[in-house]
Structure formats: C-alpha cells, structure tokens
C-alpha cells in the first residue's frame, strides 16, 4: 500500500492555459474521487469513478473541466481556458469499496498568474 | 442537500491538556457515516476516526473519541493528553450510506502549545 499519489504537486500557469493533473490510487482500489480545496475552506466533491465509469459529477464542474480514469486504473483531470477562480488545491481519494473510508493523495496546488 | 458546519475556525490549547473540537450538520437522512479527518501544514488530509450513524456507542480511536448526538445532529471530537503532532486543520465531514461523496465542513485550525 504505498498511497495515493497526486502529480504534479504544484502546477502555476498563465491564465488561459490548458493544465491536467494524474491521481494513482492505491491499488485495487475501484472508487476515485475528485475533490477542490480553496483557502480556508474544506474540500469540495468534484467528481466521482467507479471502475472507468463516472457517475456522478458536481455542478460545480464546468464544462471546461473533464475527468477520466481509463481501464479503471489512474485518473486524470484537464481544466482547459483555465480562469483565476481555478486556483485552488486539487485533491484526489481512492476507496476500496462498500463504506471503507476514503484515502487522499497530497494533492495538486494550482496557482493561476 | 447535507450541510456542515464547525464553527470554531481557530482553537489553541496546551499539551497534554484536553480539547473538544464542535461539528454539526444537516440531514433528512436515517443511514449515514460522520468522519474526522486531519490535515496538517502541507501534508495530506488522513482519516482520524468515524462513527457509523447506527451504531449508538460512540467511536474511540485511542486519545481520540466522539460525542454523537444523533437527535441533536451534533459530532464533537475529543483530543485527550493532547500532543504537538496534533496541530492541524480538523475537518468534519458527512457521508450518505449508498452516495461515497463526503460533504467537509470549514475546520478548525488547531494548535498545540508546548
């Protein structure tokens, strides 16, 4: 069980860029999730994978953001035309299932200049 | 929708002193599970304990343990013999049986004074 792992841990870019992050899971975990943190705040659910499919994503996802998780392995996230209200820590939880608690991955800083 | 709320955004103690961390929140539902996560400065955010709504006994993971009030809605965490190693934000949070999301609170910041 080596954890969640999140990369980049620290993504800056210009507004306007394309950004993706990648979240491995622990291991034959089959659930994923998708979480935003802004300062001062708790997380906040983005989206959610069971296996490769996504059942349910937040209204707070704008159609400028998708999630994938292909073969039910790794994810990744792509914000495209990203916005400064994008700026935020992007964290990541995989889950073995049933009502087994979820594990975070340290999570992604995106700073917007 | 489930809501929430810590409404003690800062806490500071003394170590090995005891401290109560308050959490409510809002839900129509019978079925659910409550959580306390940690997050220290810069790391990630580690499960702490969890009380299944069910279950009348409250949850005790060594020096932590919860007072679950289910009619009041209320979720209080308590740190006994308090360390340094436990300055962090506590996070409350909600999850519906049969929907995995978890709704989080705000937090509390807590500190530990040597």
């Known amino acids: 069980d080596t954890g969640v792992s999140q990369d980049p841990r620290h993504k800056i870019t210009k507004r306007g860029q394309n950004v993706t992050f990648r979240c491995d899971p622990i291991s034959e975990h089959n659930r994923l999730y998708w979480y935003r943190q802004t300062l001062g705040q708790g997380p906040e659910f983005l989206t959610y994978f069971q296996n490769e499919a996504q059942l349910e994503k937040s209204r707070l996802l704008s159609d400028r953001f998708s999630a994938e998780r292909p073969k039910g392995s790794f994810s990744t996230l792509e914000i495209q035309r990203t916005e400064q209200g994008d700026s935020a820590m992007y964290l990541c939880?995989?889950?073995?299932?049933?009502?087994?608690?979820?594990?975070f991955g340290d999570g992604t800083r995106l700073s917007i200049l | 929708a489930q809501t929430v709320t810590q409404s003690q955004p800062e806490m500071s103690v003394q170590e090995a002193e005891t401290v109560t961390l308050s959490c409510t929140y809002d839900?129509?539902?019978?079925?659910?599970?409550l959580f306390w996560y940690k997050q220290p400065p810069s790391r990630q955010m580690i499960l702490v304990i969890r009380?299944?709504?069910?279950?009348?006994q409250n949850a005790t993971e060594n020096r932590f343990s919860v007072n679950f009030q289910k009619a009041a809605k209320s979720f209080s965490l308590k740190i006994s013999d308090s360390q340094l190693g436990d300055t962090a934000m506590y996070f409350c949070a909600f999850m519906n049986t049969g929907n995995e999301k978890l709704t989080f609170g705000t937090g509390t910041r807590l500190t530990i004074i040597p």
């Open positions: 839900t129509s539902e019978s079925n659910y599970y």
């Open positions: 009380q299944e709504a069910y279950k009348q």
């Open positions: 939880a995989s889950q073995g299932g049933g009502n087994q608690p979820q594990h």
